[in-house]
């Protein structure tokens, strides 16, 4: 006979919450938004109805956890441990490497938010969480590029949308994912352009 699964302890509100979506998030990340109660409920060791006694639904607690999944937090420590002393150049490669890592892991959870989460006004709160995300993203990569404003042609935070855009081109754009990204060729075209001088070498900033 099957032996039955041990019973969890009573945890408070809050807590079963944080348990639910802490068991949901790689859920998600294996089988999208597709994941069932079913499986929530034997990832986090409850039963199903237990889901109900604090979310009103499957869908109030897949957005939860995909918020919760997206925090920018580890990427914005990831942005502000970049040495402020080296040059731009290499601020640019590694901001760039950051940026595009965060795409790359979270792309398919990205996408299923735009569908759940921005097309429709039934989530405004996450909506807003969402966008806040993308404002504190632009931000970190403007404040690494800021001490070399006076270098620039554009305005430090125009620079930062422009690693951002191209950041997120070659992970969701239908011609980015034929070559591997690197950094430092982002980092150049940022900072040099496609031409090359006269003498037919690259121009460098």
Do not use: W, Y
């Not at 990340?29 to 060791?45: C, F, L």
């Not at 897949?62 to 914005?76: E, F, K």
């Not at 855009?165 to 430092?184: I, K, R, V």
């Amino acid at each position: 006979m099957e032996s039955r699964r041990r019973r969890q302890p009573a945890l408070a509100p809050d807590d079963r919450r944080a348990a639910l979506i802490a068991a949901t998030i790689p859920l998600l990340h294996e089988h999208g938004t597709e994941v069932s109660t079913r499986q929530i409920a034997h990832a986090a060791g409850v039963a199903e109805g237990t889901i109900f006694g604090v979310f009103d639904n499957k869908t109030q607690l897949v957005v939860c956890s995909m918020v919760q999944a997206l925090d920018p937090q580890p990427t914005l420590d990831a942005i502000a441990a970049i040495d402020p002393a080296a040059d731009l150049r290499a601020r640019l490669t590694q901001a760039a490497e950051i940026v595009h890592a965060r795409f790359a892991e979270n792309a398919h959870l990205m996408h299923a938010a735009r569908k759940l989460i921005f097309t429709s006004d039934a989530h405004p709160e996450a909506a807003k969480q969402m966008a806040l995300t993308r404002g504190d993203l632009l931000a970190a990569v403007t404040v690494l590029i800021e001490p070399d404003a006076a270098r620039l042609r554009i305005p430090a935070a125009k620079a930062a949308r422009l690693l951002m855009l191209h950041c997120g081109a070659s992970t969701f754009g239908p011609f980015g994912g034929d070559e591997a990204f690197s950094g430092d060729e982002l980092a150049s075209l940022l900072l040099d352009g496609i031409l090359q001088s006269h003498t037919g070498e690259q121009v460098t900033c």
